[in-house]
């Protein structure tokens, strides 16, 4: 019972939970955190993404993938904690076909 209690409990919950404790874990704040995104080789997914991190002093590196459908993004951002990590990634979460690394 106790199993399944934690299962419907996690179903609920923040799906960020598992994510915050590791970042917790595992960095010290502030840090400069890299995130990593693949994104389709289209103008409106490409500036959708950049316009997340518009406005800060985010380093931004691009590479196209070798059949050129996709691009791959480094951005490297000084963070204050954990909490701003969670919020540029729900922020990506909502642009269409992006795979966050």
Not at 57 to 76: D, H, L, V
């Amino acid at each position: 019972m106790a199993i399944e209690e934690n299962r419907d409990a996690n179903l609920s919950g923040d799906p960020y939970e598992n994510f915050r404790t590791l970042l917790q874990q595992s960095i010290v704040s502030p840090t400069i955190y890299t995130f990593k995104f693949i994104v389709k080789a289209e103008e409106e997914k490409i500036a959708a993404l950049k316009s997340v991190f518009a406005g800060t002093p985010a380093e931004i590196t691009a590479i196209n993938s070798s059949n050129g459908k996709y691009r791959s993004f480094t951005i490297k951002l000084l963070v204050q904690n954990e909490e701003e990590v969670i919020s540029y990634y729900k922020e990506v979460s909502k642009i269409d076909s992006v795979i966050m690394l």
